[in-house]
């Protein structure tokens, strides 16, 4: 049996995306013969929490801690504004939120985290001079949890896994940080040199995993994905035509053309605007209330501001349509937001908006489980909400998607599980 060290920032009782794919990798690691220690914060403050996730950490296994000191509770203390913003920045900042953000960009990098690096290096560096651990695992974000397995790499020559949840510096925020040119160059540096000492890359995506192999000639792609059985045992389903997007609806996924589309059709057909219902449930950013207001979608909209991962299953499978935005940014191609998987899992017709060339487009067209619509493309979306009423309307809405098991989050636990193996044989 192997012994991996998983070094994450996010775990129980953090909720939101985050937190789920190591917690379900260690979750089903001892069925692929590998021990799982994990080594996360002691005295966290995660904007969500969802002690429902507890109930996944395998019994009896270690979890080291350690303090932190987070200048992101000064940021936010000092920056809190009456508007609510739903993302890592807000749009919209005062002056003194500009002066924030700029201190938070360019002296704290890779991000807020990194003053947890040096301590966690220094403790990390003693547990594993007394204890056998085979393999380090470091995910990010907050990358500075690379330069931790980083550090560990160089001082005790570790065997040492770098998994990306999402990119560095193509991140979507990246460009809307103010960050100073050397700022730039410090983040470049460090995401190369992380990506050039890890033994093995892993990353979400495809089109994540072809720019890092420029620096790491190993670099493997394991999706996240679903945990739940899938089962063909029928669920009553919403008796309105309810369209429900699940988790943060930020700025940059604010999808103007889908609000202009519902507008039309709700004045154009009375019946429609009588069945229609929009369900948005996790923080929806202002910008996304104020358009649903401007094209006066509100009677028509439920929001609900978060809720526990088993409550958000029923809301999947109950659903008509399943809404999937991809936020609208320059590196949108290469992002695959984890929801599409328990998407997945649901088996409910998917419309999403998103690049018609991209990660999403390319496992929604795969699994058959739905619609892909361009940003732009709004004679399209109006056709694909038509034809998707019109089916409600006949009671026959379904969806007969396929290779849906090869996301399921034990397979893909395996997948990372062969990796380790190959690394420490």
């Given at each position: ?29 001892r ?9 996360t ?28 000191w ?25 002056l ?106 892993l ?51 604010n ?16 019946e ?122 006949l ?18 636990t ?12």
């Amino acid at each position: 049996m192997k012994k991996a060290l998983v070094i994450t920032y996010y775990w129980p009782p953090a909720g939101g995306s985050g937190v789920q794919r190591w917690l379900k990798f260690v979750k089903y690691f001892r069925d692929f013969d590998i021990e799982p220690v994990v080594y996360t914060v002691e005295n966290p403050n995660y904007p969500i929490i969802d002690g429902s996730l507890n109930k996944d950490i395998p019994e009896s296994i270690e979890i080291l801690t350690q303090p932190i000191w987070e200048p992101n509770n000064l940021f936010a203390f000092f920056g809190k504004k009456k508007t609510e913003s739903a993302g890592f920045l807000n749009p919209n900042p005062s002056l003194f939120g500009k002066i924030l953000q700029y201190i938070r960009a360019n002296y704290f990098i890779p991000d807020a985290r990194k003053l947890w690096v040096k301590p966690s290096t220094n403790y990390l560096k003693e547990y594993l001079k007394s204890n056998k651990i085979d393999i380090v695992i470091t995910t990010g974000p907050p990358h500075s949890m690379h330069l931790i397995g980083l550090n560990l790499k160089k001082e005790l020559n570790i065997n040492w896994i770098a998994d990306f949840r999402d990119p560095w510096t193509e991140i979507d925020y990246f460009q809307q940080l103010p960050l100073t040119k050397r700022a730039i160059e410090k983040h470049q540096s460090l995401e190369n040199e992380v990506l050039k000492n890890a033994d093995a890359v892993l990353v979400v995506g495809k089109t994540m995993g072809e720019k890092f192999k420029e620096f790491n000639n190993n670099v493997v792609t394991v999706t996240n994905g679903f945990d739940e059985v899938i089962t063909d045992s029928i669920v009553e389903l919403d008796s309105k035509f309810t369209v429900t997007h699940i988790g943060l609806m930020n700025a940059d996924r604010n999808p103007k053309i889908l609000w202009e589309v519902l507008s039309e059709i709700i004045s154009e057909n009375i019946e429609f605007a009588a069945d229609f219902e929009l369900k948005l449930i996790g923080k929806a950013d202002a910008s996304v209330i104020d358009d649903i207001s401007k094209y006066q979608l509100s009677k028509n909209v439920h929001v609900i501001d978060y809720v526990t991962h088993d409550k958000v299953v029923e809301f999947q499978k109950k659903t008509q349509v399943l809404l999937l935005i991809v936020n609208n940014v320059a590196s949108a191609k290469g992002i695959i937001t984890g929801k599409i998987f328990e998407y997945l899992m649901a088996k409910r017709p998917i419309l999403a908006i998103a690049p018609i060339n991209g990660d999403v487009s390319e496992i929604i067209n795969e699994t058959n489980s739905g619609t892909v619509i361009d940003f732009k493309d709004k004679i399209v979306l109006k056709k694909a909400i038509l034809e998707l009423y019109a089916k409600f309307k006949l009671g026959n809405l379904t969806v007969e998607s396929k290779n849906i098991t090869q996301f399921h989050r034990k397979e893909l636990t395996k997948r990372v599980s062969e990796l380790i193996y190959k690394i420490t044989e």
